[in-house]
């Protein structure tokens, strides 16, 4: 049996891990598209190194776009496999693929005016909303902690990582000549305790454990200490200098869990009296399956619900849906908060909001969660004075701040007792993907000082065998 790492090695986007069984099976472990590398992604999201035709299974951990974002442009390219996922992931993946679709869709007739001005030939989407719908067949949902019989010699199973709605390890259990082989890709791991998702579970032990390091040099505040600095900056902004918080956040799970805890401030009468806006229409439709899976919720939120109509709505809180109302925000002069996508600030009406608050110092920009290193969010947080949206260059002079705690990753600490579930003895291996390289270093020596052994850091392109 042989794993490749074709993407999310030694980089952040782009999750892509093919088994390759003995008897020819291929199982890729998600899907997930490469961002913000400028120019070069596109290049590397069309080219994946193996034969799409002859995939069997996608196995999908969760629904964020670097982790099912390319599922669309396969099928596209004749993919007619399964992909298997958790019920939430599935249902989240109809909403979000059909709008990375549409956005590809945006994007390129942007692109191919100026391509025309320049007398280049148009290109055309990865893939567009048509092809994101028409890829939904290809779902089968799966119950957590229940095994789905793939064939007669393999096995997978969900078991909650509480990183986001419908998040979940893979436990996959592959026999071959006689013996099984058990790999668990534990996908993005979350935090041991969330607003409102359920503690992640420790999951079957594995004799191959493929596990995230996003956080692997840092700790997180604490939630408490989190939402205090939330309230703290929203009060600094909209009261003391009567400006604009933007906050780029991505649609599923952050959006929610910032909506949570200014629900929360509103309930207790701390929230200062100013509107609210969610201006992003996937948050909204999102905002709706969350309602649906009660299931991932934690016992706080269950408990809150029996008292609050809503817990992902209050007075002052305004979802927007259309591109007229999400326009006229950017005519509002008075203090207030807008909530956009996306979290690293790449793509979306955050671009918009950001081009048109950027440059007041009396405004302030409030990342969430984690920016990959080339992309807008992360040039916007290193203090770049200037940056280009949208082919223009604007002087940064809002606040730029960040909070940790939101992000729906673990840090080093809390990924590592997480991973404390398994006997170090019985794993082969523990292989470390989805973070920067630096990053991977610094974490593989903590878990070597935990007592964990065998631990690799594949390179893209890498293949091993098992």
Not at 69 to 95: H, M, W
Not at 415 to 430: G, V
Request: hydrophobic letters at 35%; glycine letters at 8%.
């Amino acid at each position: 049996m042989k794993i490749k790492f074709i993407g999310a090695a030694r980089e952040v986007t782009g999750s892509k891990h093919l088994i390759t069984t003995n008897s020819g099976k291929t199982i890729l472990l998600d899907c997930g598209m490469f961002q913000g590398k400028g120019l070069e992604t596109d290049k590397m999201n069309r080219e994946f190194g193996f034969d799409i035709i002859k995939l069997n299974h996608i196995i999908l951990t969760h629904a964020h776009i670097d982790h099912s974002g390319l599922i669309p442009y396969i099928y596209k390219e004749g993919f007619t496999g399964s992909v298997i996922c958790t019920n939430a992931t599935r249902d989240l993946c109809a909403l979000m693929l059909a709008d990375s679709g549409f956005i590809h869709e945006h994007d390129i007739k942007w692109f191919n005016k100026k391509r025309a001005a320049h007398h280049l030939p148009p290109v055309e989407p990865i893939y567009n909303s048509a092809d994101a719908k028409e890829c939904m067949k290809l779902f089968i949902g799966v119950a957590y902690d229940r095994k789905f019989r793939i064939d007669e010699n393999i096995t997978v199973s969900f078991t909650n990582n509480g990183h986001m709605l419908g998040s979940g390890v893979v436990n996959l259990s592959i026999k071959e000549d006689g013996k099984i082989t058990n790999i668990a890709y534990t996908g993005d791991l979350g935090r041991p305790t969330n607003r409102i998702l359920k503690s992640p579970e420790p999951f079957p032990q594995a004799d191959i454990a493929i596990v995230e390091s996003t956080y692997g040099d840092r700790l997180h505040e604490t939630y408490k200490e989190s939402e205090d600095l939330l309230l703290d900056v929203i009060t600094d902004t909209c009261v003391r200098k009567q400006g604009k918080l933007i906050i780029p956040a991505f649609s599923v799970g952050r959006t929610q869990e910032i909506v949570f805890s200014l629900n929360k401030f509103y309930i207790q009468g701390r929230l200062p009296k100013i509107p609210i806006f969610v201006d992003s229409p996937l948050s909204f439709n999102v905002t709706a399956v969350f309602r649906m899976h009660s299931e991932c919720f934690n016992d706080d939120i269950l408990h809150e619900m029996e008292h609050v109509t809503d817990p992902f709505g209050f007075n002052s809180l305004h979802y927007i849906e259309s591109v007229e109302e999400s326009k006229r925000l950017n005519t509002i002069k008075t203090p207030c908060v807008i909530i956009s996508a996306s979290g690293m600030m790449e793509a979306g009406r955050i671009k918009h909001h950001l081009a048109n608050s950027i440059s007041d110092p009396n405004n302030t920009i409030l990342a969430v969660g984690y920016c990959a290193p080339l992309t807008l969010g992360a040039k916007i947080l290193r203090g770049d004075k200037e940056v280009s949206i949208f082919g223009t260059k604007y002087t940064v002079k809002a606040d730029v701040r960040k909070l940790e705690s939101y992000s729906g990753h673990g840090d080093y600490k809390e990924m590592a007792n997480y991973l404390s579930c398994q006997d170090k003895n019985k794993l082969q291996n523990l292989i470390l993907v989805h973070g920067e390289y630096k990053t991977q270093l610094i974490y593989k020596e903590y878990l070597e000082s935990q007592g964990f052994k065998n631990i690799l850091i594949p390179d893209r392109g890498e293949e091993i065998v098992i």
